[in-house]
């Protein structure tokens, strides 16, 4: 097997030649290739033109489920359809959007609450 690295950690290529695999170089043909291991998100069209045997190391359109903001959207849709079964999920305000709202939970939870903080899009 061969594998693509596109600012991919130290570790990577070391986990994979140990387990066989080599690192592809262009005499090994363009599509010739079974993983890419890519730092960000692979385009949109880096899925389509891919070929049946190749795979990325991130999925297409997982930002609905990693990005917090999108995240929460998601469950209240969910809860709002299913009701109780999606209550395992605190409540959650999404800033600076929701601040008022926020605001007044807070004020009426006085020290009950523990809050945590979180950016949208980071591995926080």
């Not at 066989?20 to 899925?47: A, C, I, Y």
């Not at 008022?100 to 609450?113: D, I, L, R």
């Amino acid at each position: 097997f061969y594998f693509k690295l596109e600012r991919a950690p130290a570790i990577v290529p070391l986990v994979l030649e140990s387990r066989g695999w080599t690192q592809h170089q262009e005499h090994h043909g363009v599509d010739n290739w079974s993983l890419f291991w890519k730092n960000g998100r692979p385009k949109p069209s880096e899925f389509a033109n891919g070929k049946p045997y190749q795979r990325y190391n991130h999925f297409p359109k997982t930002s609905v489920i990693c990005r917090k903001d999108s995240l929460c959207r998601i469950l209240r849709k969910m809860k709002a359809v299913h009701g109780g079964v999606y209550n395992f999920f605190p409540v959650t305000f999404m800033v600076p959007n929701e601040y008022t709202k926020f605001v007044n939970f807070f004020s009426e939870q006085k020290s009950k609450g523990i809050w945590i903080c979180k950016p949208n899009d980071m591995s926080r």
